[in-house]
């Protein structure tokens, strides 16, 4: 099945700087990569998907680019506000027909400090 | 529109009880994930239910278990606890079954097991 590294497990950065977490995974057959963010006492939230059809895609702070030779993706948060702190998780879908729905990443913790 | 509900939000339970949690999806969606989620392990999926069937299952034991009804709405019971059960339970909602590729999930905000 698949597997998902995630890297780093805390991130700690100063608010207005940028922050970059990064994801790779075993399976060159799954084809859609969303991430999630989960704040304290909530279920995940999907903030930013890319399928593997696409390299890069953005919405407003939040980017995601994708290297499928590689196998690795990344979420680049720009600009970042003391709202963005929170445990963000990359996830990988394999569509080779197997049954093992979404496989996550461990998760990274990130801490914007005022 | 509302989104996803799990019950209860918290509850224990002793080694050997079962226990019973239930989703409702989004209104219009008719699959419905379940993943367990623990400090050690991360979200691991448990079981996909799309139109009252399952269609994919993870990699647990048979005491884990669910199912859907004819509204969408999912159970998933757990039987003859064990200590290493205790997570946070979510369940997520979808429009089209994971089988069919690439597909947006709106998960609840969970339900939490402690088993002593």
């Known amino acids: 099945g698949e597997n998902v590294e995630q890297h780093p497990s805390t991130l700690s950065v100063q608010e207005g700087d940028s922050a970059v977490i990064k994801c790779t995974y075993s399976?060159?057959?799954?084809?859609?990569f969303p991430w999630y963010k989960q704040e304290l006492g909530k279920g995940p939230q999907l903030i930013i998907d890319i399928r593997s059809n696409v390299g890069e895609k953005k919405d407003q702070r939040i980017a995601v680019t994708l290297n499928k030779t590689a196998k690795h993706f990344s979420l680049h948060i720009t600009e970042t506000q003391p709202e963005d702190s929170a445990v963000y998780f990359c996830?990988?879908?394999?569509?080779?027909?197997?049954?093992?729905?979404?496989?996550f990443g461990k998760g990274t913790h990130l801490i914007i400090q005022p | 529109k509302a989104g996803v509900t799990q019950t209860p939000r918290y509850l224990i339970k002793t080694r050997g009880q079962q226990v019973t949690l239930s989703c409702s999806p989004i209104s219009g969606h008719r699959s419905v994930s379940w993943y367990q989620q623990t400090p050690g392990q991360g979200l691991q999926f448990l079981f996909e239910y799309f139109s009252e069937t399952q269609r994919n299952k993870g990699n647990f034991p048979g005491r884990f278990s669910g199912r859907q009804f004819s509204n969408s709405r999912s159970e998933m019971n757990v039987s003859t606890l064990e200590l290493g059960d205790s997570a946070l339970y979510l369940c997520?909602?979808?429009?089209?079954?994971?089988?069919?590729?690439?597909?947006?999930?709106?998960f609840g905000a969970g339900s939490r097991l402690t088993v002593l």
């Open positions: 399976d060159s057959a799954s084809n859609y």
């Open positions: 997520a909602s979808s429009l089209r079954s994971g089988l069919a590729g690439a597909n947006v999930l709106t």
């Open positions: 996830a990988a879908l394999y569509s080779g027909g197997g049954a093992d729905g979404l496989t």
